[in-house]
């Protein structure tokens, strides 16, 4: 371990990355709305203003955050089958979007896309225009399968339900006692689908990707048809 002239551990340089890093670090804990200079000058143990040598406003600062978001997610291989490439994608952005939901919301709001942002958008472009997608199926495909992923992540993130070991006690809380002929549907798809043993609503997203990934397989239909062509 390095130490300064005092013995002590010498403390890392301050720079951009580091600055970014810890920010990164105070979202996963507290939210986006827990970062602040303060908090994250806290967490670099420096002073506020030296966080401003390096990043001009916290607006950066989320911008770089994001950036390093993308820069976890896989890309899929220039050369490889596309779907392959989608589904590894899709997996991969559901499980950084777990480590980092407070991200889920900005991944397509930020008006200042990082190099990692515009790698990973060239990536996924490059591989379905490499598959023979056109410019315009691409742009069908590219938002498909990011509207189902992000909306998953989304929805994981937002059940009162963490993990299977929960399930049950959940699920039981929120169906209306004593009012079973009002609910029918209700009770019967929970006591059916979601008190049994082994429910995890996670197992939904390899479901509903295959779906659309199926779809994207096939020939268009009609409307899309004629949409990509006008």
């Not at 929970?190 to 199926?214: M, N, Q, R, S, V």
């Amino acid at each position: 371990m390095k130490t300064d002239s005092g013995g002590r551990p010498a403390r890392t340089p301050l720079s951009r990355d580091r600055v970014l890093h810890g920010a990164l670090t105070v979202a996963d804990a507290g939210g986006l709305e827990s970062l602040t200079i303060r908090s994250l000058a806290h967490e670099l143990g420096v002073k506020p203003m030296s966080v401003y040598y390096h990043v001009a406003n916290k607006s950066e600062i989320i911008d770089g955050i994001v950036d390093l978001v993308f820069s976890e997610i896989e890309l899929p291989a220039p050369d490889g089958d596309w779907r392959t490439g989608m589904r590894h994608r899709a997996a991969s952005a559901r499980n950084v979007l777990r480590r980092h939901p407070w991200a889920i919301p900005l991944l397509q709001s930020r008006r200042n896309p990082g190099p990692a942002t515009l790698r990973h958008h060239d990536a996924v472009i490059g591989s379905l225009r490499s598959a023979g997608f056109s410019v315009a199926m691409t742009a069908h495909a590219f938002a498909l399968i990011d509207s189902y992923v992000f909306g998953f992540a989304l929805s994981e993130s937002a059940l009162p339900i963490n993990g299977p070991e929960t399930v049950t006690e959940v699920a039981t809380s929120m169906i209306p006692a004593g009012f079973p002929d009002l609910y029918p549907h209700l009770i019967e798809f929970t006591t059916e689908h979601i008190l049994k043993p082994g429910y995890d609503f996670g197992a939904e997203f390899d479901y509903g990707l295959t779906l659309i990934l199926d779809a994207l397989s096939g020939p268009a239909p009609r409307g899309a048809a004629e949409i990509s062509s006008s």
